[in-house]
């Protein structure tokens, strides 16, 4: 079973920096891709980035130009850089992480951090 253990969030103002960490522990294979999500009270989780084991990486259009996505494949462990933060990208953060099914054919296996809080304030 792989668990993913996500650094705390915190409080920022507006224009700030944050960055997150998750480290993903458990996997005997290499991770696939590894990505973060966000939930604000009242709305759906939302993607917000994900980088592949190759280190292509994708944004929501929201935070691209203001976050970065990147890992560290030994670790097994993906951070989020958030800059230039905005009351909007309050949320809880959650790490992603999708690995190859255990079964070709079947659907690949993904799991989930048990999310951190980010606050920005104005």
């Known amino acids: 079973q792989v668990q993913l253990v996500e650094s705390e969030g915190g409080w920022l103002q507006s224009g700030g920096s944050l960055r997150l960490s998750c480290e993903a522990s458990?996997?005997?294979?290499?991770?696939?891709?590894m990505g973060w999500y966000r939930q604000a009270p009242g709305k759906q989780r939302e993607f917000v980035a994900q980088i592949t084991s190759g280190g292509d990486s994708k944004y929501a259009e929201s935070v691209e130009g203001r976050f970065t996505v990147s890992r560290e494949n030994d670790k097994n462990t993906v951070y989020l850089q958030m800059n230039s933060v905005k009351p909007e990208d309050s949320a809880v953060y959650f790490c992603?992480?999708?690995?190859?099914?255990?079964?070709?054919?079947?659907?690949?296996?993904?799991?989930w951090g048990q999310g951190t809080q980010v606050t920005v304030f104005s």
């Open positions: 992603n992480a999708v690995l190859p099914p255990l079964i070709a054919g079947l659907r690949p296996r993904e799991y």
């Open positions: 458990g996997s005997n294979v290499r991770i696939s891709v």
